[in-house]
């Protein structure tokens, strides 16, 4: 059963057992039947920014049984914009030792067409195990650059985690083990 635990009230929460480890397994397999690439920022690879890997997918069935799953314990509105559902786009990300993807911010998806915007970011850890590759929460940029965050969470197999976009946060190093993450977006209109 999912359990939600707000770490961060209204800009973090996590969603316990969202997937089982099954499922988390199908998708590692399916991730890496795919033809992974150095992760990209603005489309440029920035390797002192970010070098871990990634895969694109457009998977709308994925995105509306997984929609279905979160929805009851997603934000209804944000800023006056009523929740949609979840892009479609998916991005596996896979970290090996000494990967890390550095403070950022998250860049809000549009669908122009429908007046839908990104909001909130929507990751799910596929695995555990790995030493490093904890996600860490700043409070600032100015926080965020002299690594002091005040919230880190640890990849837990098919927990999911939803932040806001503006939230600085960062993947940090993996020191061993690999780390495996599907990410997207949450909609808003």
């Known amino acids: 059963m999912v359990t939600i635990e707000e770490v961060?009230?209204?800009?973090?929460?996590?969603?316990?057992?969202?997937?089982?480890?099954d499922e988390c397994m199908s998708l590692i397999r399916r991730s890496e039947s795919l033809m992974y690439e150095p992760g990209k920022v603005a489309d440029v690879v920035l390797e002192d920014v970010r070098n871990n890997e990634r895969?694109?997918?457009?998977?709308m069935a994925l995105a509306l049984?997984?929609?279905?799953?979160?929805?009851?314990?997603?934000p209804h509105e944000l800023e006056g914009h009523l929740l949609v559902g979840l892009n479609e786009r998916w991005r596996f990300y896979r970290y090996r030792p000494g990967q890390t993807f550095k403070p950022h911010r998250d860049g809000a998806y549009f669908r122009v067409t429908s007046f839908e915007e990104s909001q909130l970011t929507?990751?799910?850890y596929?695995?555990?195990?790995?030493?490093?590759?904890?996600?860490?929460?700043?409070?600032d940029m100015e926080q965020a650059f002299q690594g002091c965050p005040y919230l880190s969470v640890k990849p837990k197999t098919g927990?999911?985690?939803?932040?806001?976009?503006?939230?600085?946060?960062?993947?940090?190093?993996?020191?061993?083990?690999?780390?495996?993450?599907?990410?997207t977006d949450v909609m808003y209109k």
């Open 159 to 183: 927990m999911a985690l939803v932040f806001l976009h503006q939230i600085w946060h960062e993947g940090a190093v993996v020191g061993s083990g690999q780390k495996y993450v599907l990410r």
């Open 8 to 21: 961060d009230p209204g800009k973090v929460l996590l969603l316990h057992d969202f997937l089982t480890g």
């Open 126 to 139: 596929l695995n555990e195990g790995m030493t490093g590759g904890e996600t860490r929460f700043f409070a």
């Open 55 to 59: 895969v694109l997918l457009d998977d």
């Open 65 to 74: 049984d997984l929609f279905h799953k979160a929805k009851p314990f997603l």
């Open 122 to 124: 929507f990751m799910i």
